[in-house]
């Protein structure tokens, strides 16, 4: 097992003592300290809110340790601050934390330590936490947060189509998992022509990428993740403002992928079908125009209102495809609309399903495992927002109204009534630093939906 930036194993560290509390337990903890630790927290008005550190001064003029104050102790997020609040170097928490803090305390500490460094190294070190005994399972789990945030954070011009197939090859090669990719034209030969569509006016081959894996035996489920490379919005071209951060629309794919490669990691008891429809929606003589009419793997004819509302139409053919495989539960993520982000703000992904039991099952996993979720209707009636007067459906309609309830009724198009099915609209994105959460890409939806998965194969 190796261990991500932020951890260290003992053998090679000296660490100084770190004191977790909490406003209900500092006055407990206070009790045990020397006269001169109570006098120093006194004069500084210490009263371990939730994000606060304070450094304890030593007799020789060095650190004796520090206090940490953590909010909810089960909630990864409150311990996001130490590894950039604390002084550098190594640090072991002191007294004993039940398994599910120490569980937090561990992902949350990773998640904090993190940095994308691939262009600029950070400023300053994190402070490393010493691990006597780290759990193997968060460790995987981190490094699944930590593979969103990398793949979100990487730039276009090194992140495209064929940069995220390999990316997927690479890791099917890890876990020994089948990879097959269909690209360019043979995607109209394989019946995949509203992924073509979106996809071929940029030099970058457009292609669906799939991954196998698992036992026949075991449950099956089906990942579709949308991984639109770059968003330019197409002919109807996205304003400066919202094109600037465009390389994170292929987080639903980033998303999609970490939890194949936990699932994996942990090698849950099932089988599973990855797919990602990966394109440039770029601008070009090849472009795909607003009003023409394109075919779908579905059968269905879909006439396009708006260039820029691609990606429910290449995620169309992806799960009319993962349906076909006869998934017993289907799941899928994407960046999908920016009235997501009006209805929910940054932090809750919108949650639509077409099972109750589904549905419940990752509401309550977000609240287990403090990866929140928020479920939205799939009001039907809204369907009259995509009506087309010469095709089956709209892509888009000219009402502002239920922006995210409609772009779910369109995926929902393409999947049959009888299977469950969960969508999840996703930013993808931090956007603000805060601690444990720098700005850009961030993993929603992805702790709770394995810990979902893991419940329902027991």
Known sequence: MTLPQGFIAPADAHPRPLHIVSRDTLDNWRQGQAPATVAWLAAHGY????????????????????????GDALDPASYGHAPYALPAGDWQVEGTLDAGARAALQLGWGLGAYRYDRFRAPPRPPARLVLDKPDAETVDVLAASLRVRDLVNTPTESLGPAELEQVVRDIAARHDATVEVITGDELLARNFPAIHAVGRASHREPRLIALRWGNAAHPHVAIVGKGV??????????LADGMR????????????????????????????????????????????RPGDVIATRKGLHIEIDNTDAEGRVVLGDALAFASEQSPDVLLDFATLTGAARTALGPDL??????????????????????????????WRPYLRYLTSNI???????????AGSISAA????????????WAHLD?????????????????????????????ARCG
């Open 426 to 454: 996703v930013y993808s994105w931090n956007d603000s630093d805060r601690p444990g959460r720098p700005t850009g890409g961030e993993a929603q939806g992805l702790r709770s939906a394995y810990a979902m998965l893991k």
């Open 409 to 420: 009724l369109y995926l929902e198009c393409f999947v049959p009534q009888s299977l469950p």
């Open 391 to 401: 095709a089956d459906l709209a892509n888009s309609g000219s009402s502002k109204m």
């Open 229 to 238: 490379c770059f968003d330019t919005g197409g002919l109807n071209v996205k």
């Open 245 to 288: 951060n465009m390389k994170k629309d292929m987080g639903g794919a980033a998303h999609a992928i970490a939890l194949a490669e936990l699932v994996m990691a942990r090698k849950l008891p099932m089988r599973i079908t990855l797919l990602v429809p990966a394109v440039e929606n770029a601008i070009g003589p090849e472009s795909y």
């Open 349 to 378: 992904p919108a949650l639509y399903a077409n099972d109750e039991t589904l549905a419940r099952q990752w509401l309550d996993a977000g609240m287990q495992v403090r990866d929140p979720l928020w479920r939205m209707p799939l």
């Open 47 to 70: 009263d371990a809110s939730p994000g606060s550190v304070l450094a304890l001064p030593g007799g020789d003029g060095g650190l004796a340790g520090a206090v940490l104050g953590v």
